[in-house]
């Protein structure tokens, strides 16, 4: 499985950029996929995370601000993100989870975003 993420990039506060994050299967298999992010010197933390049946959950910090989605015809998962802050700079990875017998966790290689204030 691999996960391949696109659409990052440097952007003025106040603007917006959209990732995808491209799966080589289908994405309908999953049971969860999400996107975390990762700032130097920080942990990687949860950004947003929708389910097999569109149910999402956001971060605090990214609320309002933010949208997650996937169109599992094209086998995406997409991050909208709006009125980008500077503390929103980091690298964003795609993660997909699913649970058959096994549980498998896969992630994608992280796209830059960095936001100038």
């Known amino acids: 499985v691999q996960l391949m993420e696109s659409g990052g990039g440097l952007v003025q506060a106040g603007g917006s950029l959209s990732l995808s994050c491209k799966a080589s299967?289908?994405?309908?298999?999953?049971?969860?996929m999400a996107w975390y992010r990762q700032a130097p010197d920080n942990p990687r933390d949860l950004v947003a995370s929708?389910?097999?049946?569109?149910?999402?959950t956001y971060a605090d910090s990214v609320k309002g601000r933010f949208t997650i989605s996937r169109d599992n015809s094209k086998n995406t998962l997409y991050l909208q993100m709006t009125t980008l802050k500077p503390d929103d700079t980091a690298i964003y990875y795609c993660?997909?989870?699913?649970?058959?017998?096994?549980?498998?966790?896969?992630w994608g290689q992280g796209t830059q975003v960095t936001v100038s204030s």
């Open positions: 993660y997909a989870f699913v649970k058959q017998l096994n549980e498998w966790r896969y």
């Open positions: 299967v289908r994405t309908a298999d999953f049971d969860l």
């Open positions: 929708i389910t097999s049946t569109d149910s999402t």
